[in-house]
């Protein structure tokens, strides 16, 4: 019997009854359904933290003070293992470039009759570049300012609608803790990055906050990598536990950070997910392929005369074997594509609502994870159509004619 | 001596026992009968005396228990099933007692199905074989018509198109004229004999003389055996020396 034949043959089995078909393939429907939706959600948050990693410059890295595990979150305050020597050694270093430190100034941030709770970060010119920040509106911090230790400050976005509203912040003056500082510029807006807002900060020059401060230490320090993150970053290690005489077993008393090793948390992150929705995948598919099996029970009893009538004028085994089969699998596929169109669809309700609450969420499928389920569900239909297809083929023609 | 072709079937002392169950039902003791091609053979003989077994026997869908059954000479229990299934495509056919035409299917879709499963017909012939088998039993007009929509002797009819379209050696019909009226029965027995004189063995089951009257050979079953074998020659002595009594 030619292929074609014996497909149609199957999806005459599949359409002479669709309600039963469309119920037997609901267990498909949803697992399918559920993968794609969840692979499709993945994929945008994965856009959403690659394009924050990409803003950020892949060359990025930060040393914090301090062993943090947690991630950057709050840190800096309180360790002071990072000195000025540390960073004049690292100024010395081939594999990075531009150290740049960042030292905080306590204090509330306020203007005329508002208050913000940015928070203040004295820096050198340097770190604009090594965190990819532009300016919207007057200028950055230059050589200048930090040379005469002025009292100067460029604000995040946020902080100037708060302090000013709509009117233009430069010029003006604002208060940070007890000394008055006018502002000559505006940053352009970046959005939240890891889960800080980078629009909620002021920029002073470090001279000045050295100064105001008296601070010995650092908060941290902002570079860039010349060479492959990863070796730049063992580089940064090895010289500043040599400098701070960590003992080969201890643990480092800073913690160094690319923005390339977020991407590597990202793959961690996507791999846990990848593990989720492959258990719920398995589980919805097996139960899937039991309803599958079921009704390939049902249908291979109710069709018994049928295929000793097919036997009787000359359908050999394998015929029968694979008009069973291919009517389980044609039935798995309906349910697939079915639970791929519904996540698709769900995917996409679900890109129009998330960007009011974050903004770079953009709709994106998972096409390989459509692929792979759209198979997985095929072998489904093969796995557990293959008995009861089985079954029918080795029926004898008589005893199947028969049948009542 | 000349080389004898060996007859198409052959059965030697052939037996069939049905087994349900642990319970063993004889059927068919002894059985020993040679058709040749061409033959117009009538099984006939009392309800439940194994004329349906014999032929579906014969037909190759389904086994006997004891003694031989030959196929051109061949011992048919080293057929495996591939070689079985080849021979019921394309060798001999079936017209059931009980029409087992697939429901929710067309006439023609029917009368199509084993042309699905024939190794050597090409598709490109298949409609007109489909056509010209609905036409020989006069179904064209129903041919599009679901075999729910027939009376019981359209599906008859249905059932020995089917017979038919893969222009088969021998065709076996089970009481083909059991559930119709005169008129189309003498319709069904004028299609099977022209098959015949078209070169085809026929082999049915009847309880009916007139219809027996077309066959040239008559073996009657009691009880699973063969109690009689007569050519049409050796019963027209018969019946004469009957009448000359
Ligand atoms: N599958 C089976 N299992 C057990 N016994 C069977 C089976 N099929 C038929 N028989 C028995 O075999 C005997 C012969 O049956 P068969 O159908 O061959 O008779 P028949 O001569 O065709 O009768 P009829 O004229 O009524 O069609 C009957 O006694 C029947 O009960
Ligand atoms: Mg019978």
Redesign the interface.
């Known amino acids: 019997?030619?292929l074609s034949?014996t497909l149609r043959?199957s999806l005459a089995g599949v359409s002479?009854n669709w309600m039963r078909s469309g119920l037997t393939a609901l267990g498909i429907v949803i697992g399918v359904g559920a993968v794609v939706l969840m692979t499709a959600i993945g994929a945008s948050m994965e856009q959403v933290i690659l394009g924050q990693i990409s803003s950020l410059g892949a060359r990025s890295m930060v040393i914090f003070p301090g062993r943090q595990e947690g991630g950057p979150q709050g840190v800096g305050t309180g360790f002071d293992s990072l000195t000025f020597d540390d960073l004049a050694a690292l100024e010395q270093l081939k594999t990075i470039e531009t150290p740049a430190p960042v030292m905080f100034v306590p204090g509330v941030v306020s203007a005329e009759t508002e208050e913000d709770a940015a928070r203040v970060m004295g820096v050198i010119p340097p770190f604009f570049e090594n965190q990819n920040i532009d300016v919207a509106r007057g200028r950055l911090i230059e050589y200048a300012d930090e040379e005469a230790a002025l009292f100067v400050a460029v604000l995040g976005p946020d902080t100037a609608r708060n302090l000013f509203g709509d009117r233009d912040p430069i010029g003006k003056r604002v208060k940070i803790g007890d000394h008055f500082y006018s502002v000559i510029g505006v940053m352009q807006a970046r959005g939240s990055q890891f889960f800080q807002n980078f629009d909620s900060r002021v920029f002073v020059p470090f001279s000045t906050a050295r100064q105001v401060t008296g601070q010995k230490y650092l908060n941290f320090v902002t570079m860039r990598s010349l060479v492959e993150p990863s070796l730049a970053l063992e580089d940064v290690q090895s010289l500043l536990r040599q400098r701070h005489d960590i003992a080969e077993s201890a643990d480092d008393d800073f913690t160094v950070r690319s923005a390339d090793q977020a991407n590597e948390i990202l793959g961690g992150v996507s791999l846990g997910l990848t593990a989720f929705i492959t258990m719920i995948a398995a589980i919805s598919l097996v139960v899937g392929g039991i309803g599958i099996m079921n009704i390939m029970i049902v249908s291979v009893t109710e069709r018994t005369?049928?295929i000793?009538?097919?036997?009787?004028?000359?359908?050999?085994?394998r015929?029968i074997l694979l008009q069973f089969l291919l009517e389980a699998v044609a039935l798995t596929l309906v349910g697939a594509v079915t639970g791929a169109l519904v996540g698709v669809l769900l995917a996409g309700v679900i890109s129009l609502i998330v960007p009011m609450f974050l903004e770079s969420y953009h709709f994106a499928l998972s096409l390989p994870a459509i692929a792979i389920s759209l198979v997985v569900a095929a072998f489904t239909g093969i796995a557990f159509g293959y008995s009861p297809a089985r079954t029918a083929a080795k029926l004898?023609?008589?005893d199947a004619?028969r049948y009542e | 001596m000349t080389a004898m072709t060996p007859p198409l079937l052959e059965t030697r002392s052939l037996g069939k026992i049905y087994l349900n169950d642990d319970v063993e039902t004889p059927v068919l003791f002894d059985v020993s009968l040679a058709i040749t091609k061409g033959e117009f053979v009538a099984i006939m003989g009392p309800s439940g005396s194994g004329k349906s077994t014999l032929m579906h026997i014969l037909g190759f869908l389904d086994t006997h228990t004891s003694g031989d059954f030959l196929f051109q000479g061949e011992q048919t229990q080293a057929f495996d099933d591939d070689a079985l299934a080849r021979i019921r495509a394309t060798r001999v056919s079936f017209v059931f007692q009980a029409f087992n035409l697939l429901p929710r299917t067309t006439v023609f879709d029917n009368v199509l199905l084993p042309l699905l499963y024939h190794p050597t017909i090409p598709t490109s012939e298949r409609e007109a074989r489909t056509n010209k088998a609905i036409a020989a039993v006069g179904l064209t007009d129903r041919a599009t018509f679901f075999s729910s929509q027939l009376s019981g002797g359209q599906k008859q009819r249905v059932a020995i198109a089917r017979a038919l379209v893969t222009d088969p050696e021998v065709i076996f019909a089970d009481e083909p004229t059991g559930n119709l009226d005169s008129a189309s029965g003498a319709a069904v027995m004028e299609a099977l004999q022209k098959l015949n004189d078209a070169g085809h063995t026929i082999i049915l089951v009847t309880h009916e003389s007139e219809t027996a009257a077309h066959a040239k050979r008559i073996i009657r079953l009691h009880d699973g055996r063969v109690v009689e074998d007569t050519t049409s020659f050796k019963r027209r002595v018969a019946n004469e020396n009957t009448k000359l009594k």
């Open positions: 019997m030619l034949d043959s002479s005369r049928e000793g009538l097919r036997k009787a004028v000359g359908a050999r085994q015929d004898h023609p008589i004619l």
